[in-house]
């Protein structure tokens, strides 16, 4: 049987230390390196090529794990990227799942759960915890979850009729930023166009 190599980023040395611990009582499983940021995460995977990235959403200073899996996916679109963290929100785990992670595990994850994950994702296969997978059925029921905070209240403004510069200015964010939060509405809505979003937020407002 191939051994599951994996690398661990997160901040904490604690976590890390009683993850590979954890790991470690499994045969066919090893923990090859431990990154403390996105930065050495990004390097460590490189130098190490690890099977499977577990990876925290925050990593105080620096790149944040968003990021660095984004990243990692742009360089290889089928590493296998695990999320392990304490954060649930709604909006964290959209924002996981849109930048590459095929899973994303609580910290509170029995180590039954850690373990079929790791293993799981190998093949491919996208492991949630409990919670996390009852949020997304949830925003799959109701595709107004779909939208993070700022998507929802971008959407909001664009009824008023609002050009990307105004909108920019009542956000406190560029015009490139309100872009790209413009794309990935309109991704999520299933919509092409300005219009189309508009309307959907006129619907969606008047059955509240």
Excluded: W
């Excluded at 051994?3 to 661990?8: G, K, N, Q, Y």
């Excluded at 107004?144 to 105004?166: C, K």
């Amino acid at each position: 049987m191939k051994t599951i190599t994996v690398l661990l980023a997160d901040d904490h040395l604690v976590v890390r230390s009683g993850l590979k611990a954890l790991l470690a009582t499994q045969p066919g499983i090893e923990v090859v390196a431990e990154a403390a940021s996105g930065e050495e995460a990004l390097a460590l995977v490189e130098q190490h090529g690890p099977a499977v990235v577990m990876m925290d959403l925050a990593m105080g200073a620096g790149m944040d794990g968003i990021e660095a899996i984004k990243r990692l996916r742009q360089r290889n679109s089928r590493q296998a990227i695990l999320v392990f963290t304490t954060y649930d929100s709604d909006a964290d785990i959209v924002r996981a799942v849109d930048a590459g992670a095929m899973g994303y595990l609580l910290k509170e994850a029995s180590p039954e759960e850690i373990f079929a994950a790791v293993r799981g994702a190998v093949h491919g296969k996208s492991v949630m915890s409990a919670p996390v997978a009852s949020r997304l059925f949830q925003q799959l029921r109701n595709p107004d979850a779909i939208l993070t905070p700022r998507e929802a209240e971008l959407l909001s403004l664009l009824t008023e009729g609002l050009s990307n510069r105004e909108l920019g200015q009542r956000l406190f964010i560029s015009e490139a930023t309100v872009k790209t939060h413009l794309a990935h509405i309109y991704a999520k809505l299933g919509v092409e166009t300005r219009s189309a979003a508009i309307a959907t937020a006129i619907r969606r407002e008047g059955m509240r």
